[in-house]
């Protein structure tokens, strides 16, 4: 953290470096203009421009499309709080008495593809159902615990039809996928659970591609989905459905899906992880993920 000279009005202002920021959040920038602060945690605040785009900074070690971390310690809750305002620019996050600057060494995170075995598809069902007799004492009055616990107690003699029935608030139309819009905005916070089942599922079909082959009736739902999420939850969740569509997602998250299509990783860790991923969105996100694989 150093102090820097600034030239609009103030002698100077905190300045702190930015480590690493994600490939989503490149569009941000370039829009540059004004920007409010949407969100403050204890790690972090969120931030979201006109066009209704969310950034996320932060002192967390994990990388994300949408997040900047910070070279330094940063206690959030004292520097602002919900409401307060910024202005973007292409290299930097301007406050009133501090900002945050992005310099040559700041670093781009965009999360490697995920490869499935195009030959067979059962391992990786295999170690999430696996997965799922780990997490579900984490998860007791989850929303979908009770899908969870129909597929640990029953999987794989349970019907897919039957299963599909335990996710709550959807809509009609498996084949086309309709039933995902009536997880908008389902359940509470800056990303409701029914946005995390669809970022896992979105995430999970973008590398499912190959024996799900994109259509042009997928493709133009997705965009509907889009759209409708811009309108119906909350701006952090519709920016996360939207990085998901493309294959990207906190890298949590992408461990996880990792290790369900190649075993790599060590199981407690990828746990350890995907707990860690908010009160609940870890799981939310993973339950997703593991409809998309059980539509196979």
């Excluded at 030959?119 to 007791?140: C, H, K, M, N, Q």
């Excluded at 992408?254 to 990783?265: R, Y």
Aim: proline content about 4%.
């Amino acid at each position: 953290m150093t102090k820097v000279n600034y030239p609009n009005g103030k002698t100077e202002i905190v300045s702190f470096k930015v480590k690493c920021l994600g490939d989503c959040v490149l569009s941000v920038l370039k829009e540059e203009g004004d920007a409010v602060v949407l969100g403050v945690t204890s790690k972090g605040l969120f931030l979201q421009n006109q066009s209704q785009q969310v950034c996320f900074v932060s002192q967390d070690v994990f990388n994300g499309p949408i997040t900047i971390n910070l070279h330094d310690k940063v206690n959030f809750k004292a520097l602002t709080e919900v409401g307060d305002l910024c202005v973007i620019l292409k290299d930097r996050i301007v406050f009133t008495d501090f900002q945050f600057v992005i310099h040559q060494r700041s670093s781009i995170f965009s999360p490697p593809p995920i490869q499935f075995n195009m030959e067979d598809i059962s391992p990786a069902i295999e170690r999430s159902v696996d997965f799922v007799t780990t997490l579900i004492g984490e998860y007791e009055d989850g929303v979908f615990s009770p899908f969870l616990r129909k597929i640990v107690a029953d999987y794989p003699q349970v019907e897919k039809e039957e299963l599909l029935a335990l996710i709550p608030n959807m809509g009609d139309g498996f084949k086309r996928f309709e039933w995902l819009t009536g997880l908008l905005g389902y359940g509470r916070g800056l990303t409701p659970s029914g946005d995390d089942f669809i970022c896992g599922f979105l995430l999970a079909k973008h590398y499912l591609n190959p024996f799900l082959p994109v259509t042009v009736e997928y493709d133009a739902y997705v965009d509907e989905l889009k759209t409708l999420a811009a309108q119906k939850t909350t701006a952090l969740s519709a920016t996360l459905i939207a990085c998901a569509s493309l294959g990207k997602a906190d890298e949590r998250i992408m461990h996880t899906l990792d290790w369900i299509a190649s075993g790599n990783g060590e199981l407690l860790k990828i746990k350890e992880e995907l707990l860690s991923y908010g009160s609940s969105s870890g799981i939310d996100t993973f339950a997703g993920m593991l409809v998309a694989l059980l539509m196979l």
